[in-house]
Antibody, heavy 119, light 107 residues
Framework: QVQLQESGPGLVKPSQTLFLTCTVS?????????WRWIRQPAGKGLEWIGH???????NYNPSLRSRVSVSVDTSKSQFSLKLTSVTAADAAVYYC????????????WGQGTLVTVSS | DIQMTQSPSTLSASVGDRITITCRAS??????LAWYQQKPGKPPKMLIF???SLESGVPSRFSGSGSGTEFTLTISSLQPDDFATYYC?????????FGQGTKVEIK
């Protein structure tokens, strides 16, 4: 049973850069899946941020594309999120997730990490 | 991008009720649709994949149907553990957009 765990700072200042890492354990970490970042502002719905695809390419939500990047470190079974120039609108619970089979439907989620944006 | 619209946004029901949640896609997505249940403070949990395939361990009172642009999630007899928020998600495109959610609350 694969497990995912997010790590990173819970508090980021406005205009700074958010870095989050997802560590994958208990299963295969490979380019055979979509490795995704999804966020959820308090009391709101789920928003896709970006992912690494089975082909090894990264794709991003167009609304965030200019500020976001995703990277993978297979040697550490980790993938990471970098979001620049954060504002209060970026405050949310951030989830890392794995796609089911060869799709972007998610069958494995991290527990989520709350990110607050405040000076 | 493909937009997903769920209705209703909130549903008040009692234990034992049969309820149905609808999800509509802005363009055809075949059966590339998943349903999730989310409880407060927890990540979503996949209930249904490929519009109607029940995930392992999910009670049989949950069922999904539909294809193209219109889909439904049905709970045949609502149980206390089912009060939660439900999301649909299309995965026909790699954006994998979610519906806005349907909160099922106790009547």
């Amino acid at each position: 049973q694969v497990q995912l765990q997010e790590s990173g700072p819970g508090l980021v200042k406005p205009s700074q850069t958010l870095f989050l890492t997802c560590t994958v354990s208990g299963g295969s970490f490979s380019y055979g899946y979509y490795w995704r970042w999804i966020r959820q502002p308090a009391g709101k719905g789920l928003e896709w941020i970006g992912h690494f695809s089975p082909t090894g390419s990264a794709n991003y939500n167009p609304s965030l594309r200019s500020r976001v990047s995703v990277s993978v470190d297979t040697s550490k079974s980790q993938f990471s999120l970098k979001l620049t120039s954060v504002t209060a609108a970026d405050a949310a619970v951030y989830y890392c997730a794995r796609g089911k089979m060869n799709t972007v439907a998610v069958d494995s989620w991290g527990q989520g990490t709350l990110v607050t944006v405040s000076s | 991008d493909i937009q997903m619209t769920q209705s209703p946004s909130t549903l008040s029901a009692s234990v034992g009720d049969r309820i149905t949640i609808t999800c509509r896609a802005s363009q055809t997505i075949s059966t590339s649709l998943a349903w999730y249940q989310q409880k407060p403070g927890k990540p979503p949990k996949m209930l249904i994949f490929q519009a109607s395939s029940l995930e392992s361990g999910v009670p049989s009172r949950f069922s999904g149907s539909g294809s193209g642009t219109e889909f439904t999630l049905t709970i045949s007899s609502l149980q206390p553990d089912d009060f939660a928020t439900y999301y649909c998600q299309q995965y026909n495109s790699f954006s994998g957009t979610f519906g806005q959610g349907t909160k099922v609350e106790i009547k």
